[in-house]
């Protein structure tokens, strides 16, 4: 059974920054990829970051701004977010993807609000 824990998520002022870490435990085999989504309210879920093979993708919107990283071990994934505004405010999900099926996180609060 896999698990991914999230922390990291809290309040903060527009302009600040916050990390998030998603650790992974459990049976895992052929991970394909790690990457982090979030959710506002009334909203569907996006992709915001991905990390796959070594490379990178980013939504458009946090494009220069948030920056995703993984540990060695492969099993700790990282979103550092910088420069923080009020339409990043979301539940954001950790996402582990194997060959077989995806797992998701708990999900972490992120209001940015002044």
């Known amino acids: 059974q896999v698990q991914l824990v999230e922390s990291g998520g809290g309040l903060v002022q527009p302009g600040g920054s916050l990390r998030l870490s998603c650790a992974a435990s459990?049976?895992?085999?052929?991970?394909?990829?790690m990457g982090w989504y979030r959710q506002a309210p009334g909203k569907q879920r996006e992709l915001v970051a991905i990390i796959r093979g070594g490379r990178t993708n980013y939504a458009d919107s946090v494009k220069g701004r948030f920056t995703i990283s993984r540990d060695n071990a492969k099993t700790t994934v990282y979103l550092q977010m910088n420069s923080l505004k009020p339409e990043d405010t979301a539940v954001y999900y950790c996402?582990?993807?194997?060959?077989?099926?995806?797992?998701w996180g708990q999900g972490t609060q992120v209001t940015v609000s002044s």
């Open positions: 459990g049976s895992i085999f052929s991970i394909y990829a």
């Open positions: 996402n582990l993807a194997t060959t077989l099926r995806d797992y």
